[in-house]
C-alpha cells in the first residue's frame, strides 16, 4: 500500500518568516496530493491540493510543488502569521478506482509574534 | 454549506463495553471514510465506502470493529468490545466519486476507561 513520510514533525519559526514542509510517497500510482489544516480541537479542512499532472500551484501565501520522479511534494508558507499555527497534514491519493488518501504523521507548525 | 455531521461529539465508555458512533456525509457523496486519529499523529484509515459497498477495510480490527452504511448514505462504526487502547478520534470524512477533496466531521472523541 501507499506510505507517507512527512517532515518535519515540528516547525517554530518567526512571524513573518516562510515555512516549509515535505511530503514523499511510495505508490507511483498516486495523482492526487491535497494538503489539511487542523487547529487544535477542530476537524482537518483543505488548504490546497495538486495533482499529478501539475507541477506547483499557488494560492496567496500557501504553495505547493510537486516532483513526480521524486515521488516528493512540499508545502510552502510565506509570511507566516501567528494564526497559521495548526498541525499541517499532507495525503497521497491513489487513483484506478479505490481513491484512498493515505496520510502523513503531520506537522506541527508554530508560528511566534 | 454543507457539512459532515457526527455523533456524538464526545464519549466515554468502559472497557469491554460496545460502542457506536453516527456518520452523515454531504448530500451526494458517494464516498465515505472512517479514520482513527490518535493524538499527535495523522489519520489512519479503518474502512472506506463507495456508495453501500467496502472498497477498503484492510486495517479494519475486524474482531472488534465492524462499519456499515446500509442504504449508501450515513454510516456507523462499532466497536465491540472496547479495549483502553481504541482511546483515539474517530473521524468521518466524504467526498464525491472519483479523486477528490476530502470533507471531514468534527469527529468523535472516545475516552475508554
Known amino acids: 500500500g501507499e506510505n507517507v513520510e512527512q517532515h518535519p514533525s515540528t516547525l517554530s519559526v518567526q512571524e513573518g518568516d516562510s515555512a516549509v514542509i515535505k511530503c514523499t510517497y511510495s505508490d507511483s500510482a498516486s495523482n492526487y496530493f491535497p494538503w489539511y489544516k487542523q487547529e487544535l480541537g477542530k476537524r482537518p479542512q483543505l488548504i490546497i491540493d495538486i495533482r499529478s499532472n501539475v507541477g506547483e500551484k499557488k494560492d496567496q501565501r500557501i504553495a505547493v510543488t510537486l516532483n513526480k520522479t521524486a515521488k516528493h511534494f512540499s508545502l510552502h508558507i510565506t509570511e507566516t502569521q501567528p494564526e497559521d499555527s495548526a498541525v499541517y497534514f499532507c495525503?497521497?491519493?491513489?487513483?484506478?478506482?479505490?481513491?484512498?488518501?493515505?496520510f502523513g504523521r503531520g506537522t506541527s507548525l508554530i508560528v511566534h509574534p | 454549506e454543507a457539512e459532515v455531521a457526527q455523533s456524538p461529539r464526545y464519549k466515554i465508555t468502559e472497557k469491554s463495553q460496545a460502542v457506536a458512533f453516527w456518520c452523515d456525509p454531504i448530500s451526494g457523496h458517494a464516498t465515505l471514510y472512517w479514520y482513527r486519529q490518535i493524538l499527535g499523529q495523522g489519520p489512519e484509515l479503518l474502512v472506506q465506502f463507495q456508495d453501500e459497498s467496502v472498497v477498503d477495510d484492510s486495517q479494519l480490527p475486524k474482531d472488534r470493529f465492524s462499519a456499515e452504511r446500509l442504504k449508501g448514505v450515513d454510516s456507523t462504526l462499532k466497536i465491540q468490545p472496547a479495549e483502553l487502547g481504541d482511546s483515539a478520534m474517530y473521524l468521518c470524512?466524504?467526498?464525491?466519486?472519483?479523486?477528490?477533496?476530502?470533507?471531514f466531521g468534527q469527529g468523535t472523541r472516545l475516552t475508554v476507561v
Open positions: 470524512a466524504s467526498s464525491q466519486a472519483g479523486v477528490s477533496e476530502a470533507f
Open positions: 495525503a497521497a491519493t491513489r487513483g484506478g478506482g479505490s481513491y484512498i488518501p493515505t
